[in-house]
């Protein structure tokens, strides 16, 4: 059975956050613009000035990440928000004052916000690990200061691209404002179209860049929603050890560079699923199921009778799940053990040719059968792999780990760096499990050992088998 109709892929979350910003800003930011915030001074940017403004988000893109700090709005108060902005992840890192008077930490990438309890990481610049709790961006009924933080973060991450914009376009739709200091620097301002696309011609809306005179932004200004403009600072002469800012492991981790596998690789990759066929590993499964909600598993996948089983723990308590080629069963638990035998009675099963199978088919039951699939009796074939799979980055040191994709029968096509699923992969073993969520990024992590086969009961099995 193929499960990837039910993830969506990378790409379609990254790019909701950038879509959906644009969208909320436009309204707000005209109102500002113009009314009263608009300077007398204004005038049409010069050939050099719209050539400097072209150039600005590849110079980004090639930037060391910079430290920032923002300024929001927020129901008639000023709230300041200190971070860092790797531009080529992209990837915002911050610490944010919440109601109680507390702080937070965040993570954001385009489309995705993950919130983290205050850690001294932040200080050294570093992202602490586990806990983090993902939501999508610009979700309905977020709070005030959450969704100007959202629209802000992704108004940022317009700020860098591969290529150059149109000068012509620039030239036609930007305006010169006003020049100054900021950190000491001399500066001038320019009111934009906010550039995710500058040579389509369609309405954007507008936003406030300040450059200094090597081209470099130096603050940036847009509306969020309300009558003010938020800032962004970047304190460009503040250095730091940008080495610790990498994603949650939610979030999809460390940065990808696909690329072509070479002939060891591909061969390894053919032995992948084989080398599981027979055999049997247990389970830690994390899966994002809803905004700052996440479900965690433990428990066994055994290839040798394609069975999996395990202890899901979520929003509704504990729950058994048992899955097998033909469907799924369920039963409610009050811990999280698991229980050996398996229960006899209490079971709920569902074929996966019923009907309303899909109404008890979500993410966790989608990488639980990825994981299933993940067995194969013969090996797939290198110079086919070669062509399909791609190395997406290498992690670990002495004993690498390889992320990479290759499609499973049945998986849709998907430009490299944007399938579903992700597998990491060492010593020629599976050892995660990756798939793309609304939410963030599910993981089931395997620890290879033999145990006794799992006993089901037969008025369960004859159902699901």
């Known amino acids: 059975m193929s499960t990837t109709n039910t993830a969506t892929t990378w790409k379609s979350v990254l790019m909701w956050g950038l879509v959906i910003a644009v969208l909320v800003g436009t309204a707000g930011w005209m109102a500002v613009s113009c009314g009263a915030d608009r300077s007398d001074a204004e005038r049409p940017v010069t050939e050099d000035e719209a050539q400097l403004l072209a150039g600005m988000r590849s110079r980004n893109l090639d930037s060391e990440p910079v430290a920032v700090r923002m300024t929001l709005p927020v129901e008639g108060e000023q709230l300041t928000v200190d971070g860092y902005l790797v531009w080529d992840g992209p ?32 200080d050294e610049v570093a992202v602490p690990e586990g806990d983090w709790s993902p939501r ?37 739709h930007a305006t010169w404002r006003d020049e100054g200091l900021v950190d000491g620097a001399q500066v001038e301002t320019f009111r934009a179209p906010i550039m995710v696309d500058s040579g389509t011609g369609a309405a954007s809306p507008e936003a406030l860049y300040t450059l200094d005179e090597s081209g470099d932004i130096r603050r940036f200004q847009v509306n969020t929603g309300g009558g003010e403009l938020a800032s962004v600072d970047f304190l460009r002469e503040i250095e730091f050890d940008p080495s610790g800012l990498e994603r949650a492991d939610l979030l999809g981790g460390p940065p990808i560079e696909p690329s072509e596998v ?143 994709e290759f499609p499973v029968a049945g998986d849709a ?39 006794p086969m799992v006993a089901i009961p037969w008025s369960i099995n004859e159902k699901i088998g």
């Open 413 to 451: 096509e998907a430009a490299a760096g944007q399938s579903a699923f992700r597998y990491h992969v060492a010593e020629g073993r599976l050892v995660k499990v990756e798939m793309m969520t609304l939410y963030g990024v599910a993981s089931g992590r395997l620890e290879h050992e033999e145990y």
């Open 262 to 404: 070479d002939r060891d690789l591909s061969e390894t990759l053919a032995e992948v699923r084989t080398a599981n066929w027979e055999r049997s590993a247990t389970v830690e499964l994390e899966v994002p199921i809803g905004n700052d909600q996440v479900a965690t598993g433990h428990g066994l996948v055994d290839w040798r009778t394609m069975t999996a089983y395990l202890n899901i723990a979520d929003t509704d308590g504990y729950r058994l799940l048992l899955a097998r080629p033909g469907g799924l069963a369920t039963q409610a638990t009050d811990s999280d053990e698991l229980p050996q035998p398996l229960p006899e009675e209490g079971w709920e099963t569902h074929a996966l040719d019923d009907e309303d199978v899909t109404e008890n088919f979500g993410s966790i039951e989608t990488i639980v059968y990825r994981m299933l699939e993940m067995a194969a009796r013969e090996a797939e074939d290198p110079d086919k792999l070669a062509e399909q799979a791609s190395l997406l980055r290498v992690d670990g040191g002495d004993e690498p780990v390889y992320v990479v």
């Open 91 to 122: 990837l915002l890192y911050a610490r944010v004052p919440t109601d109680d008077g507390s702080q937070q930490l965040l993570q954001a990438v385009p489309g995705l916000v993950a919130s983290h309890e205050d850690d001294p990481a932040f």
């Open 136 to 172: 999508r961006m610009l979700a309905g009924g977020a709070a005030p200061a959450q969704s100007a933080f959202d629209v802000l973060a992704s108004s940022m991450f317009t700020l860098a691209a591969g290529r150059d914009d149109d000068p012509g376009y620039l030239a036609e």
